[in-house]
């Protein structure tokens, strides 16, 4: 058995026909991924295209229970190949993130195999702390506030994704 994660969206964001809508449902479907942390997370695409989940927060003081609260991963970056199955029938789609938000979605005629994680973040903001427009420009602000080395990497993967994947466009 191997490790994924689950990631949920809804049906009206992603390229279906009417006869896979009766299949699926309409609504919040749930998929698998293994383009994520491979952790049996949780995470959600909301109806704007950000990418969010729950994550630990750091004990204070004399607190040792784990105290968990909903983020969003502000500058998620790369794809995510999620899929389910209904009655033999695969349902696999490709979904772009740029600067946090889904930039595109494809449908695939086929699961990919993925081995390895291919959306990356290093800003997890607790929902209750968003400032009401999180744009690319405060995005930029947050990660000038990284270190170098935590800069240099983010700025290596984006590069590398950009080259990888200069344009999905018709697949």
Known sequence: M??????RIDSAQLPLTPAD???????????QTKS??????????TSEGYLETVAAMSAKGWESKTRWHEVRLVDAHGYIVFYTVVDDHWFCFKARFREGRMTEVFRLGHRPEVHSRTCTWELEIPLDELKS???????????????ARERAHVETELADFEQQFPNEEGQ
């Open 36 to 45: 994520l942390e491979d952790k049996y997370g949780v995470y959600n695409i």
């Open 21 to 31: 809508v009766e299949r699926l449902g309409a609504g919040v479907i749930m998929f």
């Open 2 to 7: 191997s490790f994924y994660d689950n990631i």
């Open 133 to 147: 427009a999180y744009d690319a420009e405060v995005i930029r602000h947050e990660l000038s506030q990284l270190d």
